[in-house]
């Protein structure tokens, strides 16, 4: 097997290892606030994260960040459950950051004995001001110095909902001249008056991202906390907090109820030509600019899922990008290429004709079929052989038919000839025309011996191209949803004048009547097909009894690149 190169969170953990840190005490969590679906940016997380859990054989956590009741529901939840395990991930424990909201208030209550926090009762305006600015140090506000016994008071009525939002917020007490703003005296605690979606309204108050994140890290002995690089400012915090409830602060302990853990950043996915951010893909879901969270052009997990992606694909993506600490824009086209080459290997070969143009052989006797021999993936053998029924009336692709063919035409023109995969060698004779002069139906006949694999001389002649057809009588006719980018612009929200919503792209999606072989009516959601010459297909979930619907998941080159 190739050996491959560590990344840089491998390199670390290979250290600590080397000195002494034992290899049991490796913990590790993927901590999603479920507020929104999960996008490919979190697939990248989950492969870094569950990977190492798979590579050093430690436990990985599932732990929802659900500190924010005002944004956060069941539904979502649920939907990254499914999705991670659709990546094919199985996380160790699910937990949520609520389950510790006593214990990080008995812990906040300590910080306020201990003069390591306090209650501000300043308007929001106030404290931003009195905070400084980057280059500016900050200045100690009217309430830093209240008594212990007034802080925790004040704290015990904030908890049980006496005042009203906004009226006080609970401060670490650290130092407002810090030249890290996040230093500067940080929010522990805010008021809300919500319900929130696990602890109900047992709650007034809830803790801030940057205390409850380490405190939960520590709770469940994670050893190795890994986010995107947007929090390297907040490892100072991070530790702050850490060291208020853990007294060995300085010294690495392989106890592993006393392990320390320890941020990690490394630099986030960019994509693009899509938008990530939830509070956006939330924005296109509500304004109804797409269907529901998992539509085909969303780059959610569930939307990639129902376009087609395999869970495969996205790993196979994620593991090619590597973990690295330098941020850059990944091409969408690395995925579809990652994509092709899974759905090569996987997605059986079938015959679909999604713009029809009649053909007549009409030296074929009328009344006659034949169930001809198709090879369902050539790339793997064991994927054998189905039958296609032949007969006179065929539909073919429009565009597969030009009356004069120019140069460079490898398919179908009067008196010339073209080979119908798995079948027969057929020559244009006519067209047959409306009456504003448009093809209706092509009038060709069939060269007998010529059948494909039959072993005669005539099936070996070699003719212009090969087209793809359905046989009129035996076809099921299928809605088919074929898609573009979301977005025609390589980065719609890096405008500063324009909103990214400017930069929807109008004609994204397009829905055609096709017609597919009779295999295809028993496919169910989620089967993924080549369809000859067009592109790979899947079957979308809106597919019922009577009605076939599929989504176009990928064509087969990279059209973009032509
Ligand atoms: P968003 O900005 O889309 O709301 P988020 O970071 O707020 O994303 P979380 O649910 O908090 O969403 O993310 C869970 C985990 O996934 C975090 O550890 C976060 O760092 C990681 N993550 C989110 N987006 C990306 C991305 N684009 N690339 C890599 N990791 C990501
Ligand atoms: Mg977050
Ligand atoms: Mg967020």
Not at 375 to 402: H, M, T
Request: with cysteine.
């Amino acid at each position: 097997a190739e050996e491959k190169s560590l990344h840089f969170i491998e390199q670390i953990i290979e250290d600590s290892l080397a000195s002494g840190f034992p290899q049991e005490n490796l913990r590790f969590r993927f901590p999603p606030e479920p507020n929104g679906y999960l996008h490919i940016g979190h697939a990248k997380s989950i492969c870094l994260n569950f990977g190492l859990g798979l590579k050093y054989n430690a436990p990985v956590n599932l732990r929802f960040d659900d500190t924010n009741p005002a944004k956060e529901e069941q539904e979502y939840v649920d939907a990254i459950k499914e999705d991670l395990l659709w990546l094919g991930f199985q996380w160790s424990e699910e937990l949520y950051s609520s389950d510790y909201f006593q214990q990080l208030y008995d812990w906040a209550v300590a910080m306020i004995k201990n003069g390591k926090a306090y209650i501000d009762s300043q308007s929001s305006e106030a404290m931003a001001i009195q905070k400084g600015t980057p280059t500016q140090p900050g200045v100690d506000g009217p309430f830093r110095n209240r008594s212990v016994e007034e802080n925790l008071t004040l704290f015990e009525g904030m908890k049980n909902g006496d005042f009203p939002e906004g009226s006080h917020v609970l401060r670490a007490k650290i130092d407002m001249a810090s030249t890290n703003m996040l230093m500067r005296d940080p929010l522990m605690y805010r008021i809300l008056h919500r319900h929130h979606h696990r602890t109900g309204n047992d709650w007034n108050i809830y803790p801030m991202y940057d205390y409850a994140h380490g405190e939960s890290d520590y709770i469940e002995h994670i050893s190795h906390s890994i986010c995107t690089l947007e929090f390297v400012m907040h490892r100072e915090l991070y530790d702050w907090f850490l060291d208020q409830i853990y007294p060995e602060s300085s010294s690495q302990s392989n106890d592993v109820d006393k392990v320390r853990p320890h941020q990690y950043e490394f630099a986030r996915l960019n994509l693009n030509y899509t938008v990530m951010s939830k509070r956006k893909l939330l924005q296109l879901v509500q304004e109804n600019r797409v269907n529901g969270w998992d539509d085909p052009r969303m780059p959610t997990i569930s939307g990639l899922r129902r376009r087609g992606y395999t869970a495969a694909s996205i790993r196979k993506f994620c593991e090619s990008i590597g973990v690295a600490k330098r941020e850059n824009v990944i091409d969408v086209s690395l995925l579809d290429f990652c994509l092709r080459e899974d759905l090569n290997k996987k997605a059986p070969r079938v015959m679909a004709v999604l713009d029809p143009i009649k053909l007549v052989i009409t030296n074929y006797p009328e009344g006659k079929e034949e169930f001809l021999d198709a090879e369902n993936n050539q790339e793997e053998e064991a994927a054998g052989f189905r039958k296609v029924p032949f007969s006179r009336e065929l539909y073919i692709e429009r565009e597969d038919f030009l009356e004069v063919a120019p140069a460079k035409f490898f398919r179908l023109s009067i008196g010339n000839e073209v080979r119908l995969k798995n079948a027969y060698i057929i020559k244009a004779e006519k067209v047959i025309k409306d009456s504003d002069g448009n093809s209706i139906e092509i009038h060709a006949t069939y060269d007998t011996d010529s059948l494909s694999g039959s072993g005669s001389e005539a099936s070996k002649r070699k003719v212009a191209g090969t087209l793809h057809w359905v046989a009129i009588k035996h076809a099921v006719e299928a809605e088919v949803r074929l898609y573009d980018r979301l977005f025609i612009d390589e980065a719609p929200d890096s405008h500063k004048e324009k909103n990214f919503l400017d930069f929807m792209n109008s004609n994204s999606l397009q829905t055609v009547k096709g017609f597919v072989e009779p295999s295809l009516a028993t496919a169910i959601a989620g089967d993924h097909f080549q369809f000859q010459r067009l592109g790979y297909f899947t079957v979308d979930k809106d597919t019922t009894n009577s009605k076939l619907v599929f989504n176009k998941t990928v064509g087969l080159k990279d059209a973009w690149e032509e």
